[in-house]
């Protein structure tokens, strides 16, 4: 069975680090893009950051280029999220996803994982 599982969400205060990670079971990745999104209260979900199935491209939602980083770790099929210098406007759930390629239809989710920037 295809599942996503996120973990590494949780409260941190202005300026403060958290690395979410999503691992896969029930196939492998090497072959997909994977993606994270995040979703903020009334907001639409949007698109934060994508990694080409070879880790050799990657972009980023412009409001986090220079604080955030994906890298995927196909050896343990999974895909991680490094967040530095984190904002309140940061707060949100966070889901992975898999995708054919990035900025394409998503295949598979994540469960979410919430992420507070808070003082």
């Known amino acids: 069975q295809l599942q996503l599982v996120e973990s590494g969400g949780g409260l941190v205060q202005p300026g403060g680090s958290l690395r979410l990670s999503c691992a896969a079971s029930g196939f492998t990745l090497d072959y997909y893009s994977l993606g994270w999104f995040r979703q903020a209260p009334g907001k639409e979900r949007e698109g934060v950051s994508c990694v080409s199935s070879k880790g050799g491209s990657t972009n980023y939602l412009d409001s986090v280029k220079g604080r955030f980083t994906i890298s995927r770790d196909n050896a343990k099929n999974t895909v991680y999220l490094q967040m530095n210098s984190l904002k309140p406007e940061d707060t949100a759930v966070y889901y992975c996803?898999?995708?054919?390629?990035?900025?394409?239809?998503?295949?598979?989710w994540g469960q979410g994982a919430q992420v507070t920037v808070s003082a």
């Open positions: 996803a898999v995708m054919n390629y990035c900025r394409g239809p998503v295949v598979s």
